[in-house]
């Protein structure tokens, strides 16, 4: 389900695409001159967008800092005040935490490096234009996009014939590729130089080395944009681990979240009922165990940005 | 002409040693796509049969359309199905409106700093899980212990009444597009920003040169050019109109019954009758009319793309 919430297909409306440095440099002349309006309401607005994306964010780094008596009396501040580390103090000393970094990184990792191997592998032979194969191939890799069984099947195919209950691998598999992400990376390896893989055939080299000793290396752009886009879905996935897995020693960090946050969630949208529940740092906690969910995300983020950003537009020109 | 050259060239023989190789490589993907994306689909003969574990899916016995006439006497039916229509219309259309402007408007911006900080800021969103969503709004919306909370805090400013939003349907199409936006707006504005790099800047010099303002440049220019991807972005969002956005949906809304009227959509009631019910007879059923009708709106769109926008269609 999450990975067809990835990146649309798209075609760029005209012709080839202008590097960003000769952008800026064009954007600086055509922009000397008076400030209009628009430019005005154009900052405005923006940066108006801008806190409405990080204010949620801060909200809950400050809840997470502040000490759960405030949080219950005051609700809360943009500062924490006061400042209080329990939370954290509590999670650490915890098991679950270390055990749901350990799954959800299992998950992402293997998870991740599987879905690239068999996107990058699939999209190559595509790519290759073999008579009566890759044709066929496409079709056969698109029709999922359009057409799918739905959960039922998906949970019996699971749960039934592969009995995967319990193993993270459960969580892996169903969403191991991405269908857009394979045409993606055939439009990109169409678009590598001929010339070099034709002077290795000449040289001798077999299919396989012309894969992983031309192809590949050639192709790191594109496989770190599929790395990302399969690393974040892996990271964020928590529908497949409520489904599939039942032992809460096995659980990714986004369900022992959820966990957190069902066991009190209907009791805390009735007024009153909470009384018992605020002596217990339960909002601290759920706070502190969100920071620590996205953390790492907050951490590759300066760096995966400017991939996703290329990814998309890879998307975007190569449709 | 090149093209044609390099095809030719392409399509040398190959000798068997290398047709090996070359199924060896694409059989991963291969096996997953049989196994992941096909057996389910397979699998949808559950939908007509009177499934029970111990016979499987293969040995249960069949009955017919019963499963169907079940589900669309339930009267859950037509809720379900206008929700998730109603639900996926809004946040298709809120968040590509949202992602246009938001495009135009990070175009004017010219300090090459602060243009980067504001797109990485609405870009973020699109990072945060479901779960995490779901817990920022109820910080927002229920505040601590139930009571409270942001937006409640500044209703009271203005005076306005307090609302218990989670005992309140009506308020959730409007917030769910809200997050919607607040998810993929950022996104949506980089996928026409790549497209707006592509427009050629002598237009905008012809323009300026017969004294157009940047307000009519975005409006004239921009905009229209931008008409070709956002086709796409339609016809992509229609296509999926019929598979509402679950996880988003039920990490938020959860079992919370009173919301139902009017968050309840197919798959997050698929999910709750298996899970509840245990019915997978009527719960595939559910799932094989969301996969048919979803595929006749996707053939639709494409069609309709097709038709007027012949140049980038997506098949």
Known sequence: ?319 | MEHAAQDRRRRRRISKRDSLALLLLAAPGIVWFTVFAYGPMVGLVVAFKDFNIRQGIFGSPWNGFANFRYFLSSGDAWTIVTNTLVLNALFLTASLLAGLVLALMLNEIRGQFYRRFMQSSIFFPYFVSPIVISLMLQAILSGVGGRGGIVNDMLNVFDLPQLAWYTTPGAWPWILTLVKVWQLGGYTSVIFLAAITSISEEVYEAAAIDGASRARMALSITTPLLLPTMGILVVLGVGRIFFGDFATIYAIVQDNGILFPTTDVIDTYVFRSLRTIGNFGTTAAIGLFQSVVGFVFVTAAVLVQRRFQKESAIL
């Open chain 1, 1 to 319: 389900m999450s990975t067809s919430e990835l990146a649309p297909e798209l075609t760029s409306p005209a012709g080839s695409i202008a590097g960003p440095g000769q952008r800026t440099a064009r954007r600086r002349r055509s922009l000397r001159g008076r400030l209009e309006p628009f430019t005005v309401v154009s900052y405005v607005g923006v940066s108006l967008f801008g806190l409405f994306c990080l204010i949620p964010l801060w909200m809950i780094i400050a809840g997470s800092l502040t000490d759960e008596s405030a949080l219950a009396r005051t609700g809360y501040s943009l500062f924490p005040h006061p400042f209080s580390l329990r939370a954290y103090e509590l999670l650490f000393s915890g098991q679950s935490l270390f055990g749901g970094y350990a799954a959800s990184l299992f998950i992402t990792v293997v998870g991740t490096a599987l879905s690239i191997y068999c996107t990058a592998s699939l999209a190559w032979v595509i790519a290759r234009r073999l008579p009566l194969v890759s044709r066929p191939l496409t079709i056969f890799s698109y029709i999922p996009m359009l057409f799918h069984g739905g959960l039922v099947p998906l949970y019996l195919l699971v749960t039934q014939v592969l009995s995967l209950t319990n193993s993270w691998f459960a969580v892996i598999l169903p969403i191991m590729m991405a269908p857009f992400l394979v045409l993606v990376a055939v439009s990109f390896f169409r678009a590598l130089p001929e010339e070099v893989i034709d002077a290795a055939r000449i040289d001798g080299a077999g299919e396989l080395r012309i894969f992983f000793q031309i192809v590949l290396p050639l192709s790191k752009p594109i496989l770190a944009v599929l790395g990302l886009f399969y690393a974040v879905t892996y990271w964020n996935e928590w529908f497949m681990p409520l489904l599939f897995l039942s032992d809460p020693s096995r659980y990714p960090l986004q369900l022992i979240l959820q966990n957190l946050i069902a066991n009190v969630t209907n009791a805390a949208a009735l007024p009153g009922a909470t009384a018992a529940q605020a002596s217990a740092p339960v909002y601290q906690l759920r706070f502190a165990m969100t920071v620590l969910t996205i953390a790492p995300i907050l951490f590759a983020y300066p760096f995966a940005q400017r991939f996703f950003v290329k990814g998309i537009t890879l998307g975007a020109t190569k449709g």
